[in-house]
């Protein structure tokens, strides 16, 4: 069964370091989204991606975050100064098309910055 | 208010049991409804979707009130492998513009026991 995958699955960073995490959708989804969830908190919607550029980001989604499609397969999270707050597991999830409301999640990056 | 709102629990129920979970939205624009289940410290992964009319998959059956903006699931017969926390899950007003971002509430907790 084809899966969502992501690397790494665990990233420590200093504070104020950029850090990039990777994603593969599955092969023929057509939009992405990243989310962040805080430990002991939900699930948050950061930015979704369709036809190779944004469509919406929450307002968490701000000068410090970028993503990226750089080839046919990965989706790319670019944090350019990581801070303290931005410790997080990190979401990547794909859907086919925008009537299929289905999204399927990744395993998640954890990202831990000290 | 919040946009999704969930009884955190933890809900604690011997084997056999049967549990409900319940859940409201706040926006009556909300198109697609979802429950997701997910493991501690992993990604959340769909349970099942909600339709108006209800709809059931083996031992869980999930019930949408648009009138009321309330969602319930319901678990019969609990496996110690149901334990989770549950996420009740809706789409953003696409009217908004937005591209089926998915809204999450803070999500239910079961423990089963034997």
């Known amino acids: 069964e084809p899966e969502v995958t992501q690397t790494p699955s665990h990233q420590v960073t200093q504070m104020g370091q950029e850090v990039i995490l990777r994603c593969v959708p599955i092969?023929?989804?057509?939009?992405f989204y990243w989310y962040r969830q805080i430990l002991g908190q939900k699930v948050e919607f950061l930015v979704s991606f369709y036809n190779n550029e944004i469509s919406e980001k929450s307002e968490i989604f701000d000068d410090q975050f970028s993503v990226e499609r750089p080839d046919g397969s990965n989706f790319t999270l670019k944090i350019r100064s990581t801070k303290l707050e931005d410790s997080a597991m990190y979401f990547c999830?794909?859907?086919?098309?925008?009537?299929?409301?289905?999204?399927?999640f990744g395993p998640g990056t954890r990202l831990t910055v000290t | 208010r919040k946009e999704v709102e969930q009884d955190p629990g933890p809900f604690n129920v011997p084997e056999g049991a049967t549990v409900a979970f319940n859940c409201t939205y706040s926006n009556s624009a909300s198109q697609s409804f979802f429950w997701y289940r997910q493991d501690c410290r992993k990604e959340p992964k769909l349970l099942m979707s909600?339709?108006?009319s209800g709809n059931e998959d083996g031992r869980f059956t999930a019930q949408l009130n648009r009138a009321s903006q309330y969602i319930s699931l319901l678990i019969r017969d609990s496996k110690l492998s149901d334990s989770a926390t549950y996420l009740c899950?809706?789409?953003?007003?696409?009217?908004?513009?937005?591209?089926?971002?998915?809204?999450f509430g803070a999500g239910t907790r079961l423990a089963v026991h034997p």
């Open positions: 909600v339709y108006s």
């Open positions: 092969s023929n989804h057509l939009y």
């Open positions: 899950v809706v789409t953003s007003d696409p009217l908004s513009g937005g591209y089926n971002k998915l809204i």
């Open positions: 999830a794909s859907s086919p098309s925008s009537q299929d409301y289905e999204q399927y």
